[in-house]
């Protein structure tokens, strides 16, 4: 026999089985998750639309098409392509030894170290470009003693690059190098290798592609500097004026089709680098979180 009890306990039991069906859920989640997708869709339309508004405009009018054979922005593409090009070797050069020493040494004041590497990225880029003036400028730090005369050349664009990009490198070769397992590198001590050998054949390799993405995206930045340069190399047609530069100029020339232009390659020179990142697997590398 069911007492009165049980059968109470069962019917709000049946009642709360009732409430919980997905069916049945209030009004207001339906009205809540409609509002959320239309925030999110105004959101990416927001940050969609302009780079999409200046693709088609490019491509429609001709003018991304002209502009290859137009001189000034043939020459900045071609100057771009080649400071880079050398941004990213002196990056790699120098900044490899920094990412392997804080990723594999603890030693006081590590958190300085790892503060400068990280400063350029949050720095406004006009304010890096005055520091690298007032150091190597004419009458800078290092500029007047040694009698240098850098800015203003092609030499201050390739400096202003690897400062302002050599951040993402160093960070993400130091999280591929501290991901290394230190098990198979002690195996190939074992076998009678080298720290050099050691470094070559198996610490690179197995780090390769946080390399590599550090390396797009040093590239990347590099390409799109624009503050540092102004600052630091001026606008000078064919010896310091990259594509960033030539978007800049051109528009404050009145002449909006080579900007759009300019601005245009260098649009789909950064979709390009974001595909590669995601066909590659490289994106987890490159999360914001992996520069803490």
Do not use: K
Not at 1 to 10: E, F, I, R, Y
Not at 12 to 27: K, Q
Not at 199 to 215: D, E, I, Y
């Amino acid at each position: 026999m069911t007492s009165g009890a049980d059968t109470g306990a069962s019917t709000r039991v049946a009642r709360a089985g009732d409430a919980a069906r997905p069916g049945d859920r209030p009004h207001a989640s339906v009205i809540g998750g409609w509002t959320v997708r239309l925030v999110a869709g105004l959101t990416l339309l927001f940050l969609g639309l302009p780079i999409v508004v200046l693709i088609a405009r490019a491509i429609l009018d001709g003018s991304l098409t002209d502009a290859i054979t137009t001189p000034v922005v043939l020459d900045a593409l071609l100057l771009s392509l080649a400071t880079t090009s050398v941004s990213l070797v002196l990056t790699a050069v120098f900044g490899l030894p920094v990412a392997w020493l804080l990723a594999r040494r603890t030693f006081r004041g590590s958190w300085l170290v790892e503060t400068i590497v990280d400063l350029p990225i949050v720095l406004p880029p006009a304010v890096a470009g005055l520091g690298l003036l007032l150091v190597f400028g004419r009458r800078g730090l290092l500029g007047e003693p040694l009698d240098l005369s850098i800015p203003f050349t092609t030499l201050a664009v390739i400096l202003a690059m690897v400062f302002v990009s050599a951040p993402f490198f160093i960070r993400s070769a130091r999280n591929g190098i501290a991901g290394v397992d230190r098990d198979l590198e002690d195996a190939a001590r074992v076998d009678g290798a080298t720290e050099r050998q050691l470094f070559r054949s198996v610490t690179l390799p197995l780090a390769g592609t946080a390399l590599a993405a550090g390396l797009v995206m040093t590239w990347a930045r590099s390409l799109g500097e624009f503050g540092a340069t102004i600052m630091f190399a001026g606008n000078v047609g064919g010896r310091t004026q990259t594509l960033p530069l030539v978007v800049y100029g051109e528009f404050q020339g009145g002449d909006l089709d080579a900007s759009i232009a300019a601005a245009a390659i260098l649009v789909l020179a950064a979709f390009g680098v974001l595909v590669a990142v995601r066909v590659f697997r490289w994106g987890r590398l490159l999360d914001a979180r992996s520069l803490t």
